[in-house]
């Protein structure tokens, strides 16, 4: 451990100043880009241009075997600088908490928080004034000196991280980023150049979708609709209520005497509320990714930020068209309700058309599965600009269309094409995430600021107040009407986890009044560091305290997938007999239509009919499959997968006839015709190489190689267990191999790709276990129960094996963090 | 015309002591009870069975034999019965009534294993205290009736799947020559300890008048 330390204290040093160096150059490669657009553009040329044609014309010009033009690719290069400067901050993080938890040092986290904040506050200060002198020196090269500079900072950063255990605990990443950013930001200022600020068009249209498409994607359906109501009056009355207690209050705040705020007025006031109370679903979700909070209490906050920007997006409007006006009536009052119910079903309409249209186009990409992941995100995106073309909201248009995209477009892709979805998502959203709080804290520090500590201050107060007044309160009204209350701990944690963010920040950027604007702006951003940080920070450790509860940790079992579709039936069955149609009524009648009409219309083939169970069941054998290819060798086998084989549940006496229901000879003809058909043609694509087609790599190859061992391994186990009780049939080993057929597991294990498959040569695959089908045909004791099989057996492995070679349904339940 | 009131009101007191369901539900239930009935004292299988609502349930068969089970009425009678009276009804219904903020812990573990016996007792056919293979085949079986061939197919390799999980997770080191003889209550509540039964098995009875009022499903 000693002798490691310094080894790994050196290269996450390294890393930093790393992290730091491009920062800086991406600060001061948009600084140089931008004075160069500015002064050197049409002066520098002038002189130039001449020179280039005289010397084409009188004596040819050496070929330039190195020229250099940045101008050309500065765009570009900027954007992937920032990105690439994100990703490894994002990796930094990860780096650090990696290393934090290898030292685990005995300090409180109390403690530990103090100090971060003590030494992110130290080092903030240090940075401007330590740097600044050095850049107004040389302005040519800031890069070089401020990374000498800046190496003693990022080694007390990081002997801060060193000696503070558990900080992935303490702080969320969304803290650290802002802290990255205000670094940056920092940085950029002292060299004496404008940092970039969070432009409010870059967030809207590029970095904010797939964040929101990432939470709608893989949005919890089921809770969701189940807590829609709650939902619904949290996210509408609640932020109404927000917006005019604190605009309200503001107001009044602004009329005492002395604070030199007289000139502020009731509609800006009110203006004002609209943005700072919507709870931001990217700060939220940051947050209570990380804490693990039970599902219910996470919709319940997260389907709140989703759904109040419907809310934001009508107050924001109207208040900005009356403070121009200047005049409120009646009217204006209406048509902004109208405008609500316009914008809220507008938004959720267009995004439900686009989905449709995405899961029908779906349905035809049997041929070109490359491209059928962009059809999913270009869809979205389209309902997403479709719905701001109408100032509809946006959010809303992009939840319901990957709301309804998903369940079709999953029966319809291929294995791959999902995780291919799944993983760009992911990516995507967790890339816009970490740029949208780096900026964060770059515009902070770039920002122009007005501060007024009786405005800030009371606005921290007023949001905190009113939350939890508004929490309180329509709590009492909902849980009249709920069935499953909401406690006093529940209460809490939504009341706390309202967290304000970039959106926030965005409108405010927005704002045209540039009086006040400063003054909101400043105060927007208090609010948003406010609960960021210190809700943030602290809510992890109130969760523990009050333990809530948290999110169940395993996937759902078979038996519970059962017992979940047997509930449902049995409640609607209830309600019906008790004559009352609720949710399960509803529920029922909505599943039945999709069956009958959009499963039909939208999910190519037999899948369309396949019921949910079935469904589930071939993702749990995939998975199983799965597990088995990654537990590593073939010894851990036996700790990994349940030691009871169906032999010790069957029924001793009908135990021999279901143990080996094997395959006829003609039986056996047929599949390896199928197999070698499918051989051949894996073999005749894998020799041209196609554009638009996957290769298949050797890794891959050697997996499915291990694959294959493994199955072999685990079919011999069960086996063996199956033959343990007849016992006049236990020692020829070729028989064992027979019987892996009813599991028929071969088949499905490696069935997502099947076409192109890598066994290309004839393996030991399936084909060896087939063949060893028709030697075990020889002369044996166990020929017996064989020659009696039932038709009916026959026809269900034919199913099976069908189905199994097409392409199965996507796999649920790999995990992504 | 009084005095049947104060008898009905009185009925009702015992009834509600005997549930938990408060007047007006029981009311509400009583008023469905005749609608299914016919204004007549009991309820018949074929009553049940001439639903159309139910129709297009696949689990019709046990959803209406769990009313007419011994089991179900808080006795400790078995068999089953060919009527039942309103109380029985009410009985039965008093399986589905959800916990509110003032059920302790305690409580809310003894309506869980309440709710799971009432489950328990729909798939054990033959109350034998075990579920065998062949009694969860038939439960999975009737679970996929509405889905056609392929349902059918596929049902009993999902039941074998399910059974061979339950053992794992109760019996984790078993010989090849041990028996598993099928679930019992104890390893059934296992199973399901993850689907928080006490508050998801449940229906919303409503306290005002059925046929007036058709609102409040849409704050759940």
Redesign the interface.
Known sequence: MAELQPARCWRTGFFFCLLLFLSVASGSLVVVSGSNETSGGPAGDTPEDPHHQTNSTTHKKAFPVLSFNYQDVRKPFVISLWILLALLMKLGHRAVMILIGWLNLSFTESLAALRLICSVQLLLTRAGPTSCPNALLDNKEPSVTHVVSSRHETQGLHDGFHIIPNISNVVPESCLLIGVGLLVGGIIKAIGEEAPVLDTKLFFHYLLPPIILDAGYFLPIQAFMENMGTILVFAVVGTLWNVFFIGGMIFAVCQIEGVQLAGVDLLSCLLFGSIVSAVDPVAVLAVFEEIQINELLHILVFGESLLNDAVTVVLYHLFEEFSHAGTVTVLDGVLGVVCFFVVSLGGVMVGAIYGLLGAFTSRFTTHTRVIEPLFVFLYSYMAYLSAEVFHLSGIMSLIACGVMMRPYVEANVSHKSYTTIKYFLKMWSSVSETLIFIFLGVSTVAGPHAWNWTFVISTVILCLVSRVLGVIGLTCIINKFRIVKLTKKDQFIVAYGGLRGAIAFSLGFLLTDNERKNMFLTAIITVIFFTVFVQGMTIRPLVELLAVKKKKESKPSINEEIHTQFLGHLLTGIEDICGHYGHHHWKDKLNRFNKAYLKKWLIAGERSTEPQLISFYNKMEMKQAMMLVESGSAAKLPSILPSVSMQNIQQRGSGNRRAIPSISKSREQEIRKILRSNLQKTRQRLRSYSRHDLMIDPFEDNVSEIRFRKQRVEMERRMSHYLTVPTNRQETPSVRKVCFEPEHQVFTYDNSESPRDPRARPDPGPLDAISLVSESQGPNQSREPRAKVPEEQEEQDQLKLSRCLSDPGPNQEEDLS | MGASQTRAEHQYQDLADKTGFSFEQIKN?YQ?FQ??SGNEETISRAN?DS?P??A?????K??IGA?FDKRNQHQDEVGSCDQIGFEQFLMV?SH?R????RTTDEEKEAMRKEKLRF?FN?HDSDNDGTIT?AEYRK??EE??SK??E??Q??AK??A??????????N????G?????EGITFEHFEE??K??EME????????DVD?LTM?C?????
């Open positions: 239930l469905r609608q299914l049940l639903m609502a139910l297009n349930n696949p689990i019709r046990q959803i009313f219904m589905f959800p916990p509110n903020l489950l729909m293979l439960v999975v679970l996929m889905s056609g392929i349902g197919e596929t390799a999902i074998d799947a399910a059974m061979l999980e339950v053992a794992s997770i019996v984790p080191n078993m090849p020559e041990e028996f598993y199973i399901l993850g689907l508050s998801r098995m449940h229906i919303r009875f409503l059925t058709r409040g499903k849409s704050q759940s």
